[in-house]
């Protein structure tokens, strides 16, 4: 949400201001869902071939041809930077295409897994129900 709502000030030519490492006036609970990266993988492959079936080539072309540049295509992340290889000939077919976005993802994924490796507050869970029950616990307190 917070990306979505700079993104658009970006679009804006609005300024961006930071509230880094201003306190939360209020107690927070951080979760974070472990998941095996098998598992990861898989729901990244087949979001994946739904982005393909869905049109993201036709998508990226339609961008193309409303006069987006390609840098700017390039900044709307994983995905449309190998869609834009892809239909300047970087990347052969459609088959290589879809590895090389599943590639750059899982890549992305094990890097945010490391980032939040470092976080110390957040709370790890195996599963849905063990998050549940720290919320429950969490919002009695």
Known sequence: ?????????????????????????YPVLKIGIELPRNEVYKRIDKRTKEWMKEGLISEVNGLIRKGLSKKRINEFGLGYREVLKYLTGKIKNKDELTERINFSQHAYVRRQMTWFRHDKEINWCKNIEEAEAKIKK???T
């Open 1 to 25: 949400m917070i990306r979505a709502l700079e993104g658009l000030l970006v679009l804006r030519n609005k300024k961006i201001s930071r509230r880094e490492n201003s306190p939360i006036p």
């Open 138 to 140: 969490f919002l009695s």
